[in-house]
């Protein structure tokens, strides 16, 4: 489907008040073979051809995005959710087209994906807030908060590697919900922290925006896009069928699959 087909939610916003500028987005991905690019692909840059085998994960994806915006990405099981989020935390490069940030993201992605196996929980705690431009005393002095929020107090010198799966999105989620990064990326994966937790992670979501964050939340569960995000986008194939109100796109996507739960 064309961009004829993407109905804006609002008005394009001006360059001045864009938290997110997507323009042209496009990714392909190889079917057969492990990695996405070689190094020559990657010198080739933009004029190499589609190969067999490939495809386009994502294309001419465009979105403006303003700050305090809280948008909910929607879409079935591969259809390049994940891959957008990444685009946006810049943890992947484009083949075509752009994400402009104007300002700092915590991609709750990046930091599950980013914490190193052998390290403990306080280091990876240290390594990740610091990447993110806290400094060694602000980490300090929000460290007890961090662990506290994760209720992990007993395993702060444990490996990270030795955490359940619901303890290492406890942790992450909490590191990122300490960074001052205006811009907020989150995934599905919290949804493997247990009932008690994700409602705790909700609430902290809620205060966020309040504060004036802008959210990314991708999830296929109809009530928590209706309680955080005002603006959907709706992906397909790759590509953006419909950017609206949240309502009226969980309308079109119920319409096309069938109801979310
Ligand atoms: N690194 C990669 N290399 C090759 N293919 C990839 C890579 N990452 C994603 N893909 C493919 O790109 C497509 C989009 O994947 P993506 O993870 O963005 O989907 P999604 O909409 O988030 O799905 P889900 O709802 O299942 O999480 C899928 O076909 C997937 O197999």
New binding site residues.
């Given amino acids: 489907m064309g961009e004829a087909s993407v109905v804006p939610a609002a008005p394009a916003a001006g360059a001045a008040d864009a938290a997110i500028r997507i323009e042209g987005l496009g990714i392909r ?3 057969n073979r492990r990695g ?1 690019r070689s190094f020559k692909d990657l010198l080739a840059g933009r004029k190499r051809r589609t190969r067999p085998g490939e ?1 386009w ?1 994502l294309r001419d994806v465009n979105a403006v995005v303003r700050p305090g915006e809280a948008i909910g990405v929607v ?10 989020l990444k685009l946006v935390a810049g943890v992947m490069i484009p083949d075509e087209g752009s994400v402009q940030i104007t300002d700092g993201v915590a991609p709750l992605i990046e930091i599950t994906g980013g914490f190193v196996d052998d390290l403990t929980v306080r280091d990876n705690v240290y390594l990740t807030a610091g990447l993110h431009g806290m400094s060694r005393a602000q980490i300090d002095a929000k460290f007890d908060e961090i662990v506290g929020f994760a209720e992990i107090p007993d395993f702060v010198d444990t490996p990270y590697k030795h955490l359940s799966s619901g303890m290492k999105v406890r942790i992450a989620f909490a590191v990122i919900s300490q960074l001052e990064e205006p811009i907020m990326l989150v995934d ?1 994966v919290l949804a493997v922290g247990d009932k008690a937790f994700r409602e705790k992670c909700y609430a902290r979501i809620e205060e966020m925006l309040a504060g004036g964050r802008t959210l990314f939340f ?1 999830s ?1 569960n109809e009530r928590d896009l209706r309680r955080f995000c005002t603006r959907g986008l709706y ?1 397909d194939g ?1 590509r953006l069928v419909l950017d609206g109100p949240i309502g009226d796109v969980l309308d079109r996507y119920n319409a096309d699959h069938g109801l979310l739960k």
């Fill in positions: 991905f190889r079917r996405r495809f994960a879409g079935r099981n591969g259809q390049g959710k994940s891959t957008l599905e991708v296929h992906l790759g």
